[in-house]
Each structure stands twice: as structure tokens, then as C-alpha cells.
């Protein structure tokens, strides 16, 4: 037993260690057999309302794009398969089972919410990416750091005194968590990622999928062959982790925040627009899930466009590295005569190389994915895999391209060299070995390698720039469509987000409606109060509107003193109702000008798209026209024709 299982194992048996309850239990005992049928499955699940709404809920987040909606047990278990609808269970049933805790320091409400938001955005980038399955990955992000609540039930009270020693904030980014993972691995002999991994491999979990936890704060660490499945795990994961920390900062750290994140999208090649798109969506899917498990009630978050407008962001650099001609180069000798591996092996140390040797060509394959050289020697006549065909393997993978390929051979004819270069090899030494000639050609090789690094480094800073270029763009885009005094986007935004909400209307067929709102004699605040009194009370009655509206209603301000909201699947009853609460809340406002309360008052306007309505402008246009029958003085709650 390796010693990681073997502490793993020692922790396992306090019988601490957090555990599915309930229909979970049921359904991975069931899974576990090979036995058992659908129905059974089916019947375990059934029995558990709350798990059947929220598995519902993931199918037909899984089934958006299919047009159908999900509405029964057996259809969801079809779209999801029996996998994922086990580890879905496993994973809700601790979100019930340990929403609070022992460890005082362990701020478990935080610690879900990350979990949520974790395995929203790593569903959303699988979905983009399309590399593994979303729902798989959905699975995967809620518990990802479930080492982390393992700490805190099992070692309650020494863990609180851990996190007290350590006072970091939850959101903070990767220097933080290895100190976080040393202080653990100090105490506990195993770090919460150790311990997240050993726990889903213990519960099952594929090991691609998890694998890519282990490396999850130092990516560096991670020998992952280049375009695997579990590297493009390991980057999703890492931009998941940025967006769950963007969607969890306090509003001063949202520009780290965002700086990582935008970083980390360049590795996934997800541009901003696509981040953007992604972002809100998670963030919308949050507030639909929170209340479902009972979490925490998300924050009211700006848009993904707001946020990047906020503050000065600037992407995270590529990683600073060592000259490439001062660093050992990475040699891989493959040779199977032990002689001329000795010899080998003996030269590249003397000239301070960093030297990994193999007797045959796939091992020579395993160990190239693994230690990734910058110099492959490999001698013609290699075992199992030869020489020329190791080097025609490793030429088309990424990281082969920029290999310094050395074929060793017996003397031959020199006609036979031509098929040394045709297999992609850069140069080749012939058998026995002429020291200085090695030398010589390791030089070379050095200097290819060298400048290979450097057309890396500098199409990595490209990418850099370009990534701080497209932030710069978007924020000089988001600051043409949004107003500086409230936050909110202006009348030029608000025209094109009502046409795409008209568009979605038109394809799903569900309601969409407006209203104009304006405030009621705002000249005459202006005047008796004064132009900063006026502004305040601007500012004071868009926050009544952020906080009473749904997160996905859109709140333009299109005018000195009107705001559109563009709110889709409201009707005329659910529009109406909403026009009352907000003027309600409004008028509760009290405004202090120094000189008495500032008398704040709205009419609102209400439309919602009818049959007979041509364009969006017709819909503006029927409330405008009410917010207008309402006026002068003001239309009183009561007012309002609707119930
Ligand atoms: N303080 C402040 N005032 C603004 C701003 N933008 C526009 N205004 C003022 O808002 C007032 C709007 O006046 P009107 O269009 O006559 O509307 P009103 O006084 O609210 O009258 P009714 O709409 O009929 O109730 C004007 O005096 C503008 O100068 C702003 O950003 N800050």
C-alpha cells in the first residue's frame, strides 16, 4: 500500500470521515451491484422528493439545448446516466448532511457555496470545451475540496485552530492554499487535496476526472501529457476555482480576482466574450440553485462586464522562467546496449544536463510524456519501438514538435541517413561515440532548444497581451453602455438586450414584458435640494431597484430620470405586481438632504409583448405610453388596474 492510501486508510478508520446518508446510501450500494435494474434505482430515488427536484434540475440544465424539458425520473437517469446520477446523490447528501459542523473556524455556509459555484462553472467550461462530460464534471467541482469539510469534521477543533493561525480570506489565490496545504500536510501528514483525491477514489470516482485535484494549486507540479484529457481537466478546474473566487470575493478583491481568472481562461482558449457569457450564467444558475439546497443566499453580483469595468484588471503574466541557456536541458537517452547508455549518461552529466535514461522505445514513449525532455537521443535499433518510429510517434504530438531529436547508429551508408531526417530527426551520431563531436552537437541542440523557448515564451507574452488588449477593449465597450452614475447600462444597451430578449421570447414562446420608470418631479429636487441631493436620490432609488428585482431582469438607465426594465418570462400579472412593490419601496426611501427628507417618488409604466406587437419598439412604446397615462403627480400603488 502506497503511504498516501496508507494515511488516507488511518483517517478512514476514526469513522469520521463525511459520508452519504439516506436515498445516496441506497443508490451507491445499488450502483456497487451488478444485479440491479433500473427499476430499483428508479424506486430508491422516488423516495426522496427533495433529491428528485434537484435531479430533475441538473437534467434539464444537461438537456438545455435538446428544447425538451426533463419531467421524469426514468427521462433524467436517461439523459444523465446512472453515474452521474449517483455521485449527484452522494454529493446533495452531503450538501444536507453537513451544512454546520463542529469546527468553529470552518465556515461551512462559504464552503458550499464555493462548492456550488465550483461545480456550476466546471460543467459550463466542459460544456464549452466539450473534453469530458459536463455532468461528470458538475459532480467532480461540487466535491473538489471535500478534504477541506473532511479536516473539519475529523480534527474539528485542531483544525479551527489551524485556520485561526492562518487568518486567510476563502477567496484568496494560490500562494495562500500552499500554505494552507504545507500547514495540513504538516499536521496531518496528507493535504486537503491528497485527501479530496483519496476520498473520491475511494468513493469510485474515475481517476482522470480526479487526478487533476492533486495538482490543482501548483499546476507546475503536474506532468500530465500535453492535450491529455486530465490536463484539460487540471485547467478547467483551475478556471473554475478562478470563477467560484470572482463570484466569492468582497468587492475590493475583485480585481485579483478577475486578473486570475482572465489568465486562466487563455489556457482553455475561452476568450472573454465566451467568459462573459459563461460567467453570468453560473451566476444566474447559482440563485436558482442556492435556495434548492438550503445554501447560503447568493450576493447580488454586476454583471461579468461591470466587474471587468471595475477596477484596473490585468491579466496574470505567463510564469516567470529560468533562461532557457542557463537551465540544464532536459536529456532523454534511449538505448538499449548498456554501454552506450553509460556513455551517455556519463557526458550529459559532465555538461551539467539533467538525464533520464530507458532500454527500449515504449518506455522511452512513457517517460517522454512524463518528463517532457528538450533532447531526445535514441538509437536506431531500439527495442520494441525503434528509434524512427519513436521519433515519427513523438513529432506529431505537441510536445514532440519542439524536441531536439538525436538518432544514434551503427555505421551505414550514407544513403540511409536520408531516412534519420524523413523520420523528423534533427541530426544523427554514429556508434561509437566521438566525444567532442557529441559535444559539439548537444551545442547545437542546446541552441535550437534555446530558441524554440524563446518563440514559446514570446507567443505566451503574445497571448498575454492579447488577453490584456481584449480586457482593455471590453472595458472601454462596457464603459460606452454603462451609466457612471448607478452602475446600470445605458439606453444604447438596453435597445440591443431587448432585442436578443425579444428573439429568445419569440423562440420559446414565453412572456417578455417592460417598464419604464421615472421619477416624479425631479426637476423640482433639483432645484429645491440641489444637483448633489439630486444625484443622491438617483443613486438611492437604483438600489431599490437591484435589490427588488430578479437577477435576470435587465436595469437600463435611458434617460437623466427614466429607467427600463426588461424583465423576460414576466407576464402582465407578475409585471404589475413587481411595478407596486418597487413603487412601494420607493417611496418608503428616506432621503436626508441636510434640510429635510427628499420626497422620492416613481411612475411606472408597464408593457408586456402581446400578439399584436411587431417589434421591440412597440413594446417601449405601449410603456412609455402608460408611465405617461400615469403622470402627472404620480400613479399611487394602489393605482395599478392589476391585483
Ligand atoms: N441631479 C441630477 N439631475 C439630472 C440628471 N440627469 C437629468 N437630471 C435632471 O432631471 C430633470 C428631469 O426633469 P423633467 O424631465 O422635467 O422631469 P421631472 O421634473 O421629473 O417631471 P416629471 O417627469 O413630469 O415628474 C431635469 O431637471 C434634469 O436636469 C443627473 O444625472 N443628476
Known sequence: MNSELEKFEKIKASGDLPSPRGVALTIMRLTSRDDVGFIDIERAIKSDPAFVGRLLKTANIAARERGRPVVSVPDAIKVLGITVVRNLALGFSLVSGYRVGACPNFDYGAFWSRAIVTALAMQAI????????????????????????????????EYSRLLESLDLPPTAGDDAERMILAREAERFALNHDELTVAMLADWGFPQTLIEPIRFRHRPESASFAADSRSEH????????DGIAGLCLAAPSDRAPAMARLTGRSIALRIDLDML??????????WHDWAPMLSLDSPPVLPSFGAMLAEKDVVSEPPAAEA?????PLRVLVAAADATLRA?????????????????DGEAALERALDVQPQVLIADWQLPVIDGLRLTRILR????????????????????????VFDAGADDYLVHPINERAFLARLRAGARVVG???????????????????????????EASVTD?????????????????????????????????????????????FGHAIGDKALVAIAGVLRNALRSNDTICRVGGDEFLVISPDSDATAIAACARRLMVAVAALKIDSGRGIVPCSVSIGVATRGETMSDTAALVKAADDDMYRAKPGGRRPADLPYA
Open 126 to 157: 466542459l460544456r464549452q470545451t466539450r473534453q469530458a462530460s459536463p455532468d461528470e464534471a458538475f459532480c467532480c467541482g461540487l466535491l473538489a475540496d471535500i478534504g477541506r469539510l473532511a479536516f473539519a469534521t475529523v480534527h474539528a477543533t
Open 233 to 240: 481537466l487540471l485547467a478547467a478546474l483551475r478556471l473554475a
Open 276 to 285: 462573459e457569457g459563461m460567467v453570468d450564467a453560473i451566476v444566474r444558475d
Open 323 to 327: 533562461s532557457a541557456a542557463q537551465a
Open 343 to 359: 556513455s551517455l549518461e556519463r557526458l550529459l552529466i559532465e555538461s551539467g544536463e539533467q538525464v533520464f535514461v530507458v532500454g
Open 396 to 419: 506529431n504530438t505537441r510536445l514532440g514538435r519542439g524536441m531536439y531529436v538525436l538518432i544514434v547508429t551503427a555505421p551505414v551508408e550514407e544513403e540511409r541517413f536520408v531516412e
Open 451 to 477: 530558441l524554440h523557448e524563446e518563440v514559446r515564451r514570446d507567443h505566451e507574452e503574445l497571448q498575454h497581451f492579447a488577453a490584456e488588449l481584449a480586457v482593455s477593449n471590453r472595458r472601454l465597450h
Open 484 to 528: 457612471a452614475l448607478t452602475g446600470f447600462h445605458n439606453r444604447r444597451y438596453a435597445m440591443e438586450r431587448l432585442e436578443s430578449d425579444w428573439a429568445a421570447s419569440t423562440r420559446s414562446a414565453r412572456p417578455l414584458s417592460c417598464m419604464m420608470i421615472d421619477l416624479d418631479d425631479f426637476k423640482g429636487i433639483n432645484d429645491r
